[in-house]
């Protein structure tokens, strides 16, 4: 899938958590955690950047792909 529509976002997503910033100037960061619908929430390890793609199985069957680009 490489757009999001409102129509699947409302099917895919039950709701998103987001958290005070954190930091100051170009190092603040912002916590943000997407509760899915029949999957709950997926953790990605941290790191400074993904060199690619991240897939994640989340349950039997199912896995879900972030996928690493710059946000427009």
């Not at 899938?1 to 409102?6: A, V």
């Not at 950047?49 to 710059?70: F, H, M, T, W």
């Amino acid at each position: 899938m490489k757009t999001l529509t409102p129509t699947i976002l409302h099917e895919l997503v039950e709701r998103i958590d987001v958290y005070q910033t954190q930091g100051r100037g170009k190092n603040r960061t912002q916590r943000i955690v997407i509760h899915y619908n029949f999957i709950g929430v997926l953790d990605l390890p941290e790191v400074e950047e993904y060199p690619e793609n991240v897939v994640l199985d989340s349950r039997q069957g199912v896995a879900i792909e972030y996928l690493v680009g710059k946000a427009s």
